[in-house]
Antibody, heavy 115, light 107 residues
Framework: QVHLQESGPGLVKASETLSLICSVS????????WSWVRQSAGKGLEWIGR???????DYNASLRGRVTMSLDTSKNQFSLKLTSVTAADTATYYC?????????WGQGILVTVSS | DIQMTQSPSSLSASVGDRVTITCRAS??????VNWYQQRPGEAPNLLIY???NLKSGVPSRFSGSGSGTDFTLTINTLQPEDFATYYC?????????FGQGTQVDVK
């Protein structure tokens, strides 16, 4: 059974960098697309971007320039970095396997941006 | 980006009711729509993929239909555990987008 688990700080200061890791178990991260999705009260569910083991990465245009995603195949993990965060980046962040549809989802991690 | 518009944004129903939620895409997206259920405090959970395919393990009272721009999620014989928020999501465009959600609560 495929299981995803997000980890990282739950509190980030404004203007700093949000960094999260998704640990994948039950399947190799090779040969799949993986995405990050976030959910905030104001904007609902928002796709952040996706990456593939080949190196292909696609980012949501609204976040391009601030977001970086990467894979660590040796640890079966992938990561998200979002720079220059503001209060608008406060959200629950989910990592998901992306087959077009998102399944499964991690349990999510709430990240609050403080001033 | 492809916009997904769900309706209604909320509805009240009773156990045993039939519930229908619609999702309209801003352009034709063939059958590339997926549906999720989210209960409070939980991550979304896939119900239906590519418009009408039921994920393994999801009860058969859930069904999806549609193609092009108009899609429907139907819940037949609503059960207590079905009171939740439902989202559509398109996977036609490079950038994935979601509907704003439909909250189903107790009448």
């Amino acid at each position: 059974q495929v299981h995803l688990q997000e980890s990282g700080p739950g509190l980030v200061k404004a203007s700093e960098t949000l960094s999260l890791i998704c640990s994948v178990s039950g399947v190799s991260i090779n040969n799949y697309y993986w995405s990050w999705v976030r959910q905030s009260a104001g904007k609902g569910l928002e796709w952040i971007g996706r990456l593939f083991s080949s190196g292909r990465i696609d980012y949501n245009a609204s976040l391009r320039g601030r977001v970086t995603m990467s894979l660590d195949t040796s640890k079966n993990q992938f990561s998200l970095k979002l720079t220059s965060v503001t209060a608008a980046d406060t959200a629950t962040y989910y990592c998901v396997r992306d087959g077009g549809w998102f399944d499964p989802w991690g349990q999510g991690i709430l990240v609050t941006v403080s001033s | 980006d492809i916009q997904m518009t769900q309706s209604p944004s909320s509805l009240s129903a009773s156990v045993g009711d039939r519930v229908t939620i619609t999702c309209r895409a801003s352009q034709g997206i063939r059958s590339y729509v997926n549906w999720y259920q989210q209960r409070p405090g939980e991550a979304p959970n896939l119900l239906i993929y590519t418009a009408s395919n039921l994920k393994s393990g999801v009860p058969s009272r859930f069904s999806g239909s549609g193609s092009g721009t108009d899609f429907t999620l139907t819940i037949n014989t609503l059960q207590p555990e079905d009171f939740a928020t439902y989202y559509c999501q398109q996977s036609y465009g490079l950038y994935r987008t979601f509907g704003q959600g439909t909250q189903v609560d107790v009448k």
